[in-house]
């Protein structure tokens, strides 16, 4: 099937599944989608399994989004 993106069938270990189930985190899996929806109009009405990975990473980090927490974060 192409050009589907299903953002609530994502496959955590049971431990990361309890850190991901609450609404932030899918709230970030649909911007993601979002971002995908339009990088491949963007880029030439492309399937999303065209999409350039490394492509939508650039354009997220240079938006701001956080693939990541900093080292030591949460030290108060």
């Known amino acids: 099937m192409t050009n589907l993106l299903v953002l609530v069938c ?23 989608a979002g971002y995908t ?13 065209a999409v350039s990975i490394t492509g939508l990473q650039s354009i997220l980090l240079k938006d701001g989004v956080l693939f990541r927490y900093q080292k030591r974060h949460c030290d108060g």
Not at 10 to 32: C, D, E, I, W
Not at 37 to 49: C, E
């Open 10 to 32: 994502h496959t955590p270990s049971h431990f990361a599944y309890g850190a991901t189930r609450f609404k932030p985190s899918f709230m970030v899996l649909g911007g993601a």
């Open 37 to 49: 929806a339009a990088y491949t109009i963007l880029d030439g009405n492309i399937d999303v399994q």
